[in-house]
Nanobody
Framework: DVKLVESGGGSVQAGGSLRLACVGTGHSYCEWEMSWYRQAPGKEREFVSKLRDDGTTLNVESVKGRFIVSQEKFKNTVYLQMNNLKPEDTATYFC?????????WGQGTQVTVST
């Protein structure tokens, strides 16, 4: 069974940086294309960033120029380097992987940015 585990969350002051990691384990019939989502208290979960198979990245407008997504060569680990963090980045960050009709989510890692 596919399992995703995130790590690297924490509390930082505005302007600081954090690096999140997500490791996928188990057997997926699909390429390990993984995305990052986040959910702030009282808000819906939103897409943040992904690294496409062709090497290009897709980011939500609010994180462009600040967040960088990357993946290890074995492609079962994806990172999210978050720079110049803002209080509005405070959320639980989730890793997501889709394979056919199956959606897999990690348990999430909390990121808190204070002023």
């Amino acid at each position: 069974d596919v399992k995703l585990v995130e790590s690297g969350g924490g509390s930082v002051q505005a302007g600081g940086s954090l690096r999140l990691a997500c490791v996928g384990t188990g057997h997926s019939y699909c390429e390990w294309e993984m995305s990052w989502y986040r959910q702030a208290p009282g808000k819906e979960r939103e897409f943040v960033s992904k690294l496409r198979d062709d090497g290009t990245t897709l980011n939500v407008e609010s994180v462009k120029g600040r967040f960088i997504v990357s993946q290890e060569k074995f492609k079962n680990t994806v990172y999210l380097q978050m720079n110049n963090l803002k209080p509005e980045d405070t959320a639980t960050y989730f890793c997501f992987h889709r394979c056919g009709p199956y959606n897999y989510w990690g348990q999430g890692t909390q990121v808190t940015v204070s002023t």
